[in-house]
């Protein structure tokens, strides 16, 4: 069974700019969650996503944002780009939404803002 | 609001032996979840152990075990026959039971194996 995809693994972006992470989840798995993991915040919740609705949302400005498609890979956008979103960006995948069941965790996206 | 404390920033021990890890949180809430994540240099976080707060017996998987005082609310972790391959950074998480899901995670303990 394939784990959690992330894609890219490394990403190297100009301040200004914006990005779009993805995140292949489990097959079966329809809820999707976001993570971001810095040194000097660790890690914080973005948002999550089940069966195409955003169902909660971490903390974060509204240059964060994200969606989930009918197969339930999700995409997370940063826009304007700013040096403090350099991190390690973390997707998680469950069978359905809710603590009862376990979250498998992809290698991550590491963004680096320059 | 829900919080998750790991006050060792790094913990050594050596091989075969055991070793606790600490973790506190606050919360007000009854229906929760607590995790223990290990992340090793691959960046991929994988679940060691969970525990229902309902559940008054400690969650054991293998040679991973927690200790979980509800009252105090504290949940460490202990591995016992400590290997070199679990060294790692060790995080503590929490979440609500409800709907309002997400993971809230303690700062992290780096745990270090001398063979």
């Known amino acids: 069974k394939a784990g959690v995809t992330q894609t890219p693994r490394y990403l190297i972006k100009t301040r200004g700019q914006q990005v779009t992470l993805s995140c292949s989840p489990i097959s079966g798995h329809r809820s999707v969650s976001w993570y971001q993991q810095t040194p000097g915040q660790g890690l914080q919740f973005l948002f999550e996503y089940f069966s195409e609705t955003q169902r909660n949302k971490g903390n974060f400005p509204g240059r964060f944002s994200g969606r989930q498609f009918s197969n339930s890979r999700s995409e997370m956008n940063v826009s304007t780009l700013e040096l403090g979103d350099s991190a390690l960006y973390l997707c998680a995948s469950s069978l359905i939404s809710g603590a009862q069941t376990e979250a498998f965790f992809g290698q991550g996206t590491r963004l680096t803002v320059v | 609001a829900q919080t998750v404390t790991q006050s060792q920033p790094e913990m050594s021990v050596q091989e075969a032996e055991t070793v606790t890890l600490s973790c506190t949180y606050d919360t007000s809430e009854s229906d929760y979840y607590l995790f223990w994540y290990k992340q090793p240099p691959s960046r991929q976080m994988i679940l060691v152990i969970r525990q229902e707060a309902y559940k008054q017996q400690n969650a054991t998987e293998n040679r991973f075990s927690v200790n979980f005082q509800k009252a105090a609310k504290s949940f460490s972790l202990k591995i016992s026959d400590s290997q070199l391959g679990d060294a790692a950074m060790y995080f503590c998480?929490?979440?609500?039971?409800?709907?309002?899901?997400?993971?809230?995670w303690g700062a992290g303990t780096k745990l270090i194996i001398k063979p």
């Open positions: 998480a929490y979440s609500t039971g409800d709907s309002n899901y997400q993971l809230i």
